[in-house]
């Protein structure tokens, strides 16, 4: 293991498991990792701040105020400072909490402004873990993007029963992180960072719909996911990223820039021309509607005998708009999805819209293309073609800003 450099918060809540968090700060400060460790109110009743401060080298935070010097805690410099937050024990109070976005204590001060990973370790007694309200508060937070749950493990608990609910083992919990750091090691370094700071990414995702009448529309199956994935990349590089968004099931990212829902089209095209002007590197990853009918009828149209004619208008090409007047210190990423002839038409789709990267999606490759969780695509850049093989969404868009980060030179 080596993390030197990273950067990690450690959240501790009030639960009997928080005497583990030792071994932790000692792990983690052995393989070169800065700790800063942020408590609950209820955590300094199971384990001393001094312990704490001695073994992190930092000194612990609990109160929005230090009373004995009268100095306010930033909480939303914490948040911004580190490379991943981890949360161990996890309380059942504060997972609730987090779930619900409440802020009554300065550890969910800090989580609320958390632009990096969140990961949780819950530990609680077995019922309470079990409880219908627990299982709500969990399916919420591993929906969101960025948080992973570690554990609960099963065995003896300190209400003398047995069953789920201890947290994680601390060896466990350091071996899950070790593994992260390995697979993203070569996106989040320091020049990587560096390069994206700051940068203003623009990214659309998911489908348009276009209206037939009140109650029907024109669209595709697109998910969003793989437009969400890379929104997500970019912000654990501290880019600042505006996403324009059609109707997807997906919450959108924590620490977005700007969060843009859009229907059809040309909303769409609207919402990016607000931001043509503005932004370094666009990812152009939506599945517009390639045509839209030329009046939307009032009502819902009745059923009738015989075929209702839709006249079809072809919508506007914001990619190829976006590329005929991009600066030459703007970076162009577009996506195109075909059935054939993939190679020929990604060169001449990367060539007419001026893109800087082409992402050839292939609707013929199993387990690619709109509604997955998984993907394979080909890279069309300055450095010739690249092809990703087939992996989970999340790991494509790694891969695809790692590219992008090879060819892109920020003026």
């Not at 020049?191 to 348009?208: F, N």
């Not at 993939?342 to 800087?356: F, H, M, P, V, Y």
């Amino acid at each position: 293991m080596g993390w030197s450099g990273r950067k990690i918060l450690l959240g501790i809540t009030g639960s009997i498991a928080a005497y583990k968090t030792t071994w932790i700060i000692r792990q983690l400060k052995n393989n070169g990792a800065e700790v800063q460790v942020v408590c609950s109110p209820d955590a300094l009743g199971f384990v001393t701040p001094l312990t704490l401060s001695t073994l992190s080298e930092r000194p612990v935070f609990s109160e929005f105020v230090r009373s004995d010097q009268g100095e306010w805690v930033n909480h939303v410099a914490l948040g911004m400072w580190a490379d991943l937050m981890l949360i161990a024990p996890c309380s059942a109070q504060t997972l609730a909490k987090m779930a619900g976005g409440l802020c009554d204590n300065l550890l969910m001060a800090v989580y609320l402004s958390a632009r990096c990973p969140v990961w949780f370790a819950p530990a609680m007694d077995l019922d309470m873990w079990k409880h219908p309200a627990t299982t709500r508060n969990v399916l919420e937070l591993v929906s969101r993007p960025n948080h992973k749950m570690l554990g609960p493990a099963s065995g003896a608990l300190a209400s003398g029963l047995s069953g789920v609910g201890r947290m994680a083992e601390p060896q466990d919990i350091v071996g899950a992180l070790d593994q992260w750091w390995s697979n993203n090691k070569d996106l989040v370094t320091a020049e990587s960072s560096a390069t994206m700071r700051d940068q203003l990414i623009l990214i659309t995702a998911g489908p348009t719909r276009e209206a037939i009448d009140d109650v029907r529309y024109i669209s595709n199956h697109s998910s969003g996911k793989m437009g969400y994935a890379l929104a997500q990349v970019c912000l654990d590089l501290d880019a600042r990223v505006v996403l324009i968004s059609g109707p997807v099931s997906l919450p959108p990212p924590h620490g977005l820039f700007a969060f843009i829902p859009v229907e059809s089209a040309m909303e769409m095209q609207e919402a990016v021309k607000k931001y043509q002007e503005q932004f370094d590197i666009g990812i152009f990853c939506a599945a517009v509607a390639d045509f839209r009918p030329v009046r939307k009828t009032e009502g819902k149209v009745k059923k009738k005998d015989g075929i209702f004619p839709i006249e079809l208008v072809a919508n506007p090409d914001i990619l190829a708009e976006v590329g005929s007047k991009k600066r030459s210190d703007q970076f162009l990423v577009g996506f195109a999805l075909e059935t054939a002839n993939g190679l020929a038409e990604a060169e001449r789709k990367k060539s007419i819209k001026n893109c800087d990267m082409l992402v050839l999606n292939n609707m013929q490759d199993p387990g690619a293309g709109f509604g997955q969780d998984t993907n394979q695509v080909t890279l069309f850049s300055a450095k010739g073609i690249t092809e990703l093989s087939l992996a989970p969404k999340k790991e494509i868009a790694r891969q695809i800003i790692q590219h992008l980060l090879q060819c892109y030179s920020p003026a």
